[in-house]
């Protein structure tokens, strides 16, 4: 490459060459101050404060210990994609990469901005450091050219390619510096830096070490700026610096550039319009005021796109001090004045006033009359009963419920018995308690004297029941209530004898004894039901020497009575509904039964 662009492809040399003076100057030099300005007054705050050390970044502490941790091991890599927002610091921390490769007295990784070498990048005359605008020499003979040049060797230790905006480079030219990082040159690095590294191919994106850069956060933003007004010695106030910090929205270069408009017009709300009045009819609906406060807004020369925009970025910091104060990059009083809109307007409507004033700015990229959709949003917002949203209807009834008077809370209803799945045993039934009158509140002649109680109901025992009542209401009762799998096992069953509570049954073989601890829970469950006494089952095999008496079979309509039973179906039929009860145990343990 020639001398001239090996120096800078880039035009704008002369500029660079004096912020360049400026940030070379070591902070110990400037009189305590952190920034040096030599440069004039005239000259932009981004370019006259521009860091010249690692230790000088602000907001972007993981790349610079990621780039000054392999600057002091010796393990630079090759290529660097650096990416983020605009004014984030890309490429002035390339150029500080480029100082602390090629200082001859690094201090820890960085650049001492004294020895030859730096004064010599820091003025931009090093053949040291190249630098290639890519959205303007986005061709493949500017690439070749590069790459042509990167084996030629240069005074310094390394050599550094800064490709700026390197997303912007044409297919054929992201091919030939392809080549190049495959197989790099020693002592050669080159830095990419890019806004969108999505649009970088990935085989590029693959052969570099991808450090992404970040926005600054508010607090960040804010003590950079009144550094650098003291430095400067602007002498603006609090308020000029928060203004600035908003504007900036996260970026730096933004920041120092609205800080620097804001002094020249001695106003701190040059470049953003003052909402106060829409906010006050937002807070009390009102739609006359709101408005005549856009009105206001318009006469004094906003543009309808740049109103919405603005009120929303507001409207979104009220919404994160409401939310999570930490991540709002509003601070001092303008943080106060937005949490105190906020706290009036409330978490629900300041929600609602960000999808609605969204809405109408997609609404007005193709409306004849761009503020007419803003009018109608406003109105929208402060007469809900217009509009048929759901979160409209969700503040109309909000505001209906307030108004409302308080009625006495009802009584909370008795909860349903649970009983767990599988168990054998039902908790008592609880019946509601009717609640009565005080007597007291009644008149005189209309009080009754207490009914006299009914006598107590005879409990059966076993010496009243016999096994004949037992047989008669064995088939109707309580074999009927039973499930269908344990009916048809009760069919092969045989009612023997019963004496003091024990009923014993016999069954025709001993191989359908396995099944008669699944179904005589639910047996002796239904028996105690129907005759509310205690039952003890007991089950034999063959015939016992006790009158005997067949159980009664299941109603017609769930078997045959001429139909003959396979007992190996009865047996599967039962082990079936059995076991799903411990099936559902086995699997939900803390499952109950409503």
């Known amino acids: 490459m020639e001398a001239s662009s090996s120096q800078r492809v880039e035009s704008g040399a002369t500029d660079r060459l004096a912020t360049a003076l400026n940030f070379g100057t070591h902070p110990e030099n400037v009189s305590g101050d952190h920034y040096a300005c030599?440069?004039?007054?005239?000259?932009?705050?981004?370019?006259?404060?521009?860091?010249?050390?690692?230790?000088?970044?602000?907001?972007?502490?993981?790349?610079?210990?990621?780039?000054?941790?392999?600057?002091?091991?010796?393990?630079?890599h090759h290529a660097y994609l650096f990416s983020g927002p605009r004014g984030t610091g890309k490429t002035t921390t390339a150029r500080i990469l480029a100082k602390a490769l090629n200082c001859e007295q690094p201090i820890e990784g960085d650049a001492c901005s004294e020895c030859a070498s730096c004064v010599a990048i820091t003025?931009?005359?090093?053949?040291?450091?190249?630098?290639?605008?890519?959205?303007?020499?986005?061709?493949?003979?500017?690439?070749?050219?590069?790459?042509?040049?990167?084996?030629?060797?240069?005074?310094?230790?390394?050599?550094?390619?800064?490709?700026?905006?390197v997303h912007q480079l044409s297919k054929s030219a992201s091919a030939a510096l392809l080549k190049t990082l495959e197989e790099p040159p020693s002592r050669v690095v080159f830095v990419l830096a890019t806004t969108d590294p999505h649009k970088v191919i990935p085989t590029i994106?693959?052969?570099?070490?991808?450090?992404?850069?970040?926005?600054?956060?508010?607090?960040?933003?804010?003590?950079?700026?009144?550094?650098?007004?003291?430095?400067?010695?602007?002498?603006?106030?609090?308020?000029?610096?928060?203004?600035?910090?908003?504007?900036?929205?996260?970026?730096?270069?933004?920041?120092?550039?609205?800080?620097?408009?804001?002094?020249?017009?001695?106003?701190?709300?040059?470049?953003?319009?003052?909402?106060?009045?829409?906010?006050?009819?937002?807070?009390?609906n009102d739609a006359g005021e709101a408005?005549?406060?856009?009105?206001?807004?318009?006469?004094?020369?906003?543009?309808?796109?740049?109103?919405?925009?603005?009120?929303?970025?507001?409207?979104?910091?009220?919404?994160?001090?409401?939310?999570?104060?930490?991540?709002?990059s509003a601070?001092?009083?303008?943080?106060?004045?937005?949490?105190?809109?906020?706290?009036?307007?409330?978490?629900?409507k300041s929600v609602r006033i960000l999808e609605t004033v969204g809405r109408s700015m997609r609404e007005m990229k193709s409306a004849p009359d761009k503020i007419a959709m803003l009018e109608v949003a406003m109105v929208r917002l402060t007469r809900p009963d217009l509009d048929n949203e759901v979160a409209a209807l969700a503040e109309r009834i909000t505001?209906?419920?307030?108004?409302?008077?308080?009625?006495?809370?009802?009584?909370?209803?008795?909860?349903?018995?649970?009983?767990?799945?599988?168990?054998?045993?039902?908790?008592?039934?609880?019946?509601?308690?009717?609640v009565t009158a005080p007597v007291a509140d009644l008149p005189k002649a209309e009080v009754a004297p207490a009914p006299a109680p009914a006598p107590s109901a005879q409990v059966p025992t076993s010496s009243t029941v016999s096994l004949e009542e037992v047989t008669s209401r064995f088939e109707s009762k309580v074999v009927s209530a039973l499930p269908k799998g344990s009916q048809l096992f009760l069919r092969s069953a045989t009612l023997v004898s019963f004496a003091d509570g024990i009923l014993t049954l016999s069954l025709d073989n001993a191989a359908l004894m396995q099944n008669?601890?699944?179904?005589?829970?639910?047996?002796?469950?239904?028996l105690e039901h129907e005759f509310k006494m205690n039952f003890q089952l007991n089950w034999v095999v063959g015939d016992a020497p006790a009158p005997v008496v067949k159980a009664a079979a299941p109603a017609?309509?769930?078997?045959?009575?001429?139909?003959?039973?396979?007992?190996?179906?009865?047996?599967?039929?039962?082990?079936?509904?059995?076991?799903a009860a411990h099936l559902i145990t086995s699997i939900f343990p803390n499952a109950v039964e409503i």
Do not use: C
Not at 45 to 66: K, M, N, T
Not at 130 to 156: F, H
Not at 413 to 426: A, M
């Open 123 to 165: 003025q931009g005359r090093s053949l040291d450091v190249i630098e290639l605008d890519s959205a303007s020499n986005n061709g493949v003979d500017a690439i070749r050219d590069l790459t042509a040049n990167a084996w030629q060797t240069t005074p310094g230790h390394w050599k550094v390619y800064i490709l700026d905006e």
């Open 516 to 526: 008669t601890e699944r179904v005589s829970p639910a047996l002796r469950k239904a």
């Open 399 to 434: 505001k209906l419920e307030r108004g409302a008077t308080s009625a006495p809370a009802p009584v909370a209803p008795t909860p349903p018995t649970l009983n767990k799945i599988g168990s054998t045993t039902s908790a008592p039934v609880q019946r509601p308690v009717a």
């Open 205 to 284: 994106r693959s052969r570099t070490q991808h450090l992404e850069f970040r926005l600054l956060n508010g607090e960040t933003l804010n003590n950079l700026l009144d550094e650098v007004q003291k430095a400067a010695g602007l002498g603006v106030e609090d308020g000029t610096i928060a203004a600035a910090v908003r504007l900036g929205r996260g970026s730096a270069r933004d920041a120092l550039s609205a800080l620097d408009q804001l002094v020249a017009t001695g106003e701190s709300s040059a470049n953003e319009p003052l909402f106060e009045g829409l906010f006050q009819a937002l807070a009390t």
């Open 38 to 76: 030599p440069m004039s007054d005239a000259t932009s705050l981004y370019r006259r404060f521009r860091p010249g050390r690692f230790s000088e970044l602000r907001g972007q502490d993981h790349i610079v210990r990621a780039l000054q941790g392999a600057v002091s091991s010796g393990k630079v």
């Open 556 to 579: 017609p309509s769930a078997l045959d009575e001429d139909e003959e039973v396979d007992e190996s179906q009865v047996v599967a039929s039962v082990e079936i509904e059995n076991g």
């Open 331 to 348: 601070v001092n009083d303008e943080a106060t004045r937005l949490s105190a809109w906020g706290q009036q307007l409330g978490l629900a």
């Open 291 to 328: 408005i005549r406060a856009l009105a206001k807004l318009q006469h004094d020369g906003w543009d309808p796109e740049q109103l919405a925009e603005s009120f929303a970025a507001q409207v979104r910091q009220t919404f994160l001090l409401l939310v999570a104060p930490d991540v709002a």
